[in-house]
Structures are given as C-alpha cells and as structure tokens.
C-alpha cells in the first residue's frame, strides 16, 4: 500500500505498480509521472466518481481496479488504454455501462455488486475475454453479442435479475467455470433436508484455515469440546452469488464420502452474519492448488515443490470424479471445479468442497446435458494440472491426457458426461 506523501513527494519504490486507498475523491495528477511505467493501478477503497479523460496516457497500464468507490458510469477512456487487460469496478454504484467502453483485449472484467440493469452489445466485440465477473447487480438478459466471446472460461451472472439463460452461453467452447443461482430463472427443487442451529456464541473460533470467494473457513470448537471446521460467508453478496443459494445447494448435497458433512448452521452471530459448520477435516489434508494468479487469469497454479506419484494422482482424480457424479445427480452444478476447491493427502484421498458458486438446475430440461459438460470441461482442465504434477508412469499420464482432451472438446455436447468417464 503507497501512501499520498510517496506519490507528492515522488518516492514510490516499485514505478510498476501504485496503491492508494486514503478517502481519494479525484483522481490524483501526480500518477502522471509514471505514465511511462504504470503496470498496475488499484485505486480501490475511496470515493472517486470519475477517471480523467486521457487515461490513455498510461501505455503500459494492465491492471485497474477501482472497487469501492462510488462510480456510477462505468468510465468510457479506459477503451483507449492500449495494454489494458484487466479491470476491477466491485461495489460501486454503477448504473450505465457505455457502448464501446472496454479495450478489445481485456481477459478479466469484474463488476460484483452494483446496479447495472444492462450490459453495452459492445462487449461482443472482445473476444479475449476469458473472466467476466458480475453477481449481485440487476441485469435483466445477456445481449446475443456475447455469443462472440469464444474465450469466456469464467462466468458469474447470479444474484441478477435474469429471466433466461440463453442456449449458447452453454455451448461457448471453453466455458468450464459458471454461475447462475439466484436469478428468476433459476431451477430451486424443495429442499427437505433440516440442519440443527448452532448458535454463536456456543463457537470458539480457534483458527482460520482459508479463505474463498465467499466466506472464510476456520477451526473452531463447540462447547470447548468437539472441534469443527466453520465457514462465515462475507456479506449480503458475493462475487459467487448469495450466501443462502450456496447454504441451500449445500443442504442438497446429500452425504459423500468425497464432500466434507455438514452439521448446521450458525445462529444469532455477533455481527449478524451466515455461517456454516462442517465436520474438521484431518489436519493431514492440504489443498491441492492455490487460486488462479493475475498471469494465469482462470487457471490455477502450483507450488514448484509439489509433486504427485501417479497412484496419488489417480486418487485425487478419482475422488473428484466421484464427487462430481454425486453432485450432478442431484442436479447441482458445482460451477467452481478446480484444484483449490479440493483437499487431499498423502495417499491421494480427496475431499471437494466450496459451494458458492453452485447452482441447482432441472434435470429434464433441454439445457441439462450441456449444463454437466461445463462442470466436466473443468475436470478435463484438472487433469491436466494434476498430470503436470505427476513423476512416474509416462503411459499412464498420456492416458489421462487422451481423457482429458474428450473433457474438453469445442463441440460442448461431444464431450462425456461424469457417468460415461473412465479411468
């Protein structure tokens, strides 16, 4: 974080990059100094309404974010930022986005938790596009356009006011990552399943064990006895979509031995949040990945220490596999399949968990087959990760490699369904 005297007194270390959040409401003209250099720009956490309209100026300028402030127009210069990739509007007040208004190679768009009732047909136009992030604003359709956006792999659309998902969204040949919940269209069978309440103050958090999109995850105890694993989820709106559709795709999951149980819900917490309780996973298990970095966009990456055998490997694969099937006969889309979401240990054994971005859907509907594949051209993506991890049997991971590329064929419809996949 650089503070307000750095920038005036120009004594910014790193001229690449530049972070201020310090009540900002104009945008402050000493940035100019490093229009040569400016790779990076988060001005995230203060109340500016506008951009200057030479933004231009900033050649090499490939990150912006501009979350919290209290933008209502979403700022049209920024189309002329030549390097441009990557752009963060997350809580603000937006309520018009301009035709025209996004670089033709922009790859990452985050517009979580504003007012915007409808999107700019423009936005067919970039077709880099691989991350388009907008749960929790009032968007009424998709313009057609969009079909354009071959490269989508990451969609988050729920908590909006949709009353149609269009067919081709689902048949975008690389879309893997989608989220749809909390619309008017969405499909909410009864939910029968009753969990006990636990209330807050009977929880003694005791440490937190990660964090998600959604909400963060902490080893607690109940009643100074029995240890749990808790997840608090982080307000009203998420960029996943609502605390409740996760918390209701959670009580349908129905008991696997490769998700993590459910014990209840959390009652009357302190500062009024939602909150779940999961039996505590063995402190043996660790996470397989760590989530996508702004280099990788959609893809997660690894530490360059880890390493797999390939009967590890073949576990892990196999217990996510199952998991999936689990979930997709319950007519849940997980929406979220990645290496991040999945705990392992030493043996290979697997949980899959995170549910913030699940979306229930019918079964019989004429969209049901392609909504699967989404879910399984993420599990063809994870088995090229975890391959790449693997050090032994060279046969074997060029088999895993023929499945995976099945996983992810252009034609959505070509590809196998859980059930049809075999190791």
Partial sequence: MNTLQELELDTIKDPTQITLSCGLTEFPQEIYRYEDSLEMLDLSGNSLTELPLDMHRFKKLKIAFFSRNNFTIFPKQLAECPALTMIGFKANQLVEFPENALPL??????????????????????????KFVMAGNCITEL??????????????????????????????????W???????VTYVPEISVQLPSIDWSRLEVLQQLGEGASGIISRARIDGEKEVAIKLFKGDVTSDGYPQDELATCLSTGLHK?????????????????????ELIPSDYKNLGLPPSFDSCTRDVFPTEQQFTFKQGMNIL????????????????????YAHNTLYNEEGQAYFGDFGAATFYDKNSKDASFIERLDVRAFGCLIQDVVSLIQDNVDGKKKLLKISEKCMLDEVIDRPNFEEIRF
């Fill in 143 to 176: 313009p057609e356009e969009m079909k354009n956006c071959t490269s989508l792999e990451l969609v988050r659309i729920s908590a909006n006011q949709l009353s149609l998902i269009p067919s081709w969204l689902y048949q975008l040949p690389r879309l893997s």
């Fill in 105 to 130: 190679d922009i790859q990452w768009l985050i517009l979580t938790d504003n007012r915007l009732e409808k999107l700019p047909r423009s936005i067919g136009q970039c077709k880099k596009l691989q």
């Fill in 318 to 337: 196999n217990g996510v596999l199952q998991a999936a099937k689990h979930l997709h006969a319950q007519g849940i889309m997980h929406g979220d399949l």
């Fill in 178 to 184: 989608l989220a749809f919940s909390g619309n008017p």
């Fill in 258 to 278: 490769n998700i993590v149980p459910l014990i209840a819900t959390i009652s009357n917490h302190s500062d009024g949040k939602q909150g779940i309780v999961m």
